[in-house]
């Protein structure tokens, strides 16, 4: 099994070659000031802070994007459980 070959990151401008979710992770590496860094050393010289500060973000974003599965089949339910 070949790993996939993913393009290299240099500039922002890279970071639109890649998978929506992705793109997600590098915008908040950079607007937390991780982005030269991980550019430089990769995303293993990131602490375990600094991880879980992206990790954090995304989740909040990801979470305020859709709503999850669970609440789209209550709020389904309700819609239809009330008569004219």
Avoid: C
Avoid at 25 to 41: C, R
């Amino acid at each position: 099994m070949q790993k996939k070959e993913k393009p290299e990151i240099h500039s922002m401008a890279d970071v639109q070659q890649l998978p929506a979710e992705e793109q997600t992770k590098w915008e908040i590496a950079n607007e937390l000031g991780y982005f030269d860094k991980i550019v430089t050393s990769g995303w293993k010289s990131l602490t375990s802070r600094e991880s879980g500060r992206i990790g954090g973000v995304l989740s909040s974003r990801s979470k305020t994007k859709a709503p999850s599965k669970d609440e789209a089949q209550t709020s389904t339910k309700e819609a239809g459980s009330h008569p004219l």
